[in-house]
């Protein structure tokens, strides 16, 4: 397959940054599939600089029949492809047992990047350093279901010995498929349940306002269509332009009009109250989850 521009750019990145030109993913699943189709989309990196090692052999055919070389064996996907940028992509509770096979390759590995919710540098830190303390260098990143269509919204925070080029590295590649911050590791818990979980959120937003559309006589593709359109469309203005989003919820509603008859509807149903909550709940668990995968000792 022909390389871009930019996928040239981006190899000779991991080159600076000391890296091989290769993404291993531990981890197949629902983020996994999202970031690699959205990097595939880029431009940034082709099929044959990904690698995958999954549970199932199951997992393993459908990765395999997208032409992605797949392991069922953490230990075999590290030993040819861990030094690139290894991506940790399973569930919370999955990181003592992969850990193993990172601990054992630290002095190949380059850098880790978690996408584990909740789960802290320090526990990563306790979870993977070697028996003799070698630890690769560490950075955690949120980033969210929409990435797949490159409009995510990431954010990251690296351990303090991890190289500026490896964080400018990850950065950029996160910034293909979207947005990427760095934040303070403090916030990590309520950018987790606001941009992180907050795709579902906005789904279920869309879904109901289907519902009123449909309620109200359209047909259920088109009020989706048009639920969907606006949702976006309101989120691009809050983007571009310099507007509070509440003035531009001012200038929608007429006095005596539609919108407003609408809005004191969901006043009425604390629509603003339930999302505060939602995202608070969402922190909360977060929270927990970070202290579930608190390693008790080394
Ligand atoms: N889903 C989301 O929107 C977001 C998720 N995250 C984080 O991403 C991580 C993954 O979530 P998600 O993709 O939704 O989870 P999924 O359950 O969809 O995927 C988990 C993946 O891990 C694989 N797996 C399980 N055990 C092992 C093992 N021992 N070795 C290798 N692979 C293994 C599974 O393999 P198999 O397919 O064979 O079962 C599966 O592919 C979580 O930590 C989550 O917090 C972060 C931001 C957003
Ligand atoms: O629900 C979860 O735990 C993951 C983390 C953020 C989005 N999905």
């Given at each position: 397959?022909?390389?871009?521009?930019?996928?040239e750019?981006?190899?000779?990145?991991?080159?600076?940054?000391?890296?091989?030109?290769?993404?291993?993913?531990?981890?197949?699943?629902?983020?996994?599939?999202?970031?690699?189709e959205?990097f595939?989309?880029?431009?940034?990196?082709?099929q044959?600089?990904?690698?995958?090692?999954?549970?199932?052999?199951?997992?393993?055919?459908?990765w395999?029949?997208?032409?992605?070389?797949?392991?069922?064996?953490?230990?075999?996907?590290?030993?040819?492809?861990?030094?690139?940028l290894?991506?940790?992509?399973?569930?919370?509770?999955?990181?003592?047992?992969?850990?193993?096979?990172?601990k054992?390759?630290?002095?190949?590995?380059?850098?880790?990047?978690?996408v584990?919710?909740?789960?802290?540098l320090?526990s990563?830190?306790?979870?993977?350093?070697?028996?003799d303390?070698?630890?690769?260098?560490?950075?955690?990143?949120?980033?969210?279901?929409?990435?797949?269509?490159g409009?995510?919204?990431?954010v990251?925070?690296?351990?303090?010995?991890?190289p500026?080029?490896?964080?400018?590295?990850?950065?950029?590649?996160m910034?293909?498929v979207?947005?990427?911050?760095?934040?303070?590791?403090?916030?990590m818990d309520?950018?987790?349940a606001?941009?992180?979980?907050?795709p579902?959120?906005v789904?279920?937003?869309?879904?109901?306002?289907?519902?009123?559309?449909v309620?109200?006589?359209?047909?259920?593709?088109?009020?989706?269509?048009?639920?969907?359109?606006?949702?976006?469309?309101a989120?691009?203005m809050?983007?571009?332009t310099e507007k509070?989003?509440?003035?531009?919820?001012?200038m929608?509603c007429?006095?005596?009009?539609t919108?407003i008859a609408?809005i004191?509807?969901l006043?009425r149903?604390?629509?603003?109250?339930?999302?505060?909550?939602?995202?608070?709940?969402?922190?909360?668990?977060?929270?927990?989850?970070?202290?579930?995968?608190?390693?008790a000792?080394k």
């Open positions: 397959m022909a390389k871009t521009a930019a996928c750019e981006f190899e000779a990145a991991c080159v600076g940054a000391g890296l091989k030109p290769e993404i291993a993913f531990i981890g197949g699943g629902n983020m996994a599939t999202a970031l690699i959205g595939l989309k880029s431009g940034l990196v082709t044959d600089s990904i690698f995958i090692s999954v549970l199932t052999n199951e997992s393993a055919a459908h395999r029949k997208f032409g992605i070389t797949t392991y069922t064996d953490n230990d075999e996907l590290l030993d040819h492809h861990g030094q690139g290894v991506f940790l992509a399973v569930k919370p509770h999955m990181l003592s047992t992969v850990a193993l096979s990172i054992r390759r630290l002095s190949r590995l380059k850098v880790t990047v978690s584990l919710a909740g789960v802290r320090s990563l830190a306790l979870c993977l350093a070697a028996n303390g070698t630890l690769c260098p560490l950075i955690r990143i949120m980033p969210n279901m929409p990435s797949a269509v409009h995510g919204a990431a990251l925070t690296a351990s303090a010995d991890c500026q080029p490896m964080v400018e590295l990850v950065t950029k590649l910034q293909t979207g947005t990427c911050d760095a934040i303070p590791e403090s916030q309520a950018a987790c606001l941009s992180g979980s907050g579902a959120f789904y279920s937003v869309i879904e109901a306002m289907s519902d009123g559309g309620h109200a006589g359209l047909p259920r593709a088109l009020a989706t269509k048009l639920a969907a359109q606006t949702v976006m469309g989120a691009h809050v983007l571009t509070h989003p509440g003035e531009l919820k001012d929608v007429s006095p005596g009009g919108t609408g004191r509807a006043e149903g604390n629509l603003r109250s339930s999302l505060i909550e939602a995202v608070q709940a969402a922190a909360e668990r977060s929270i927990q989850l970070g202290n579930l995968s608190q390693p000792t």
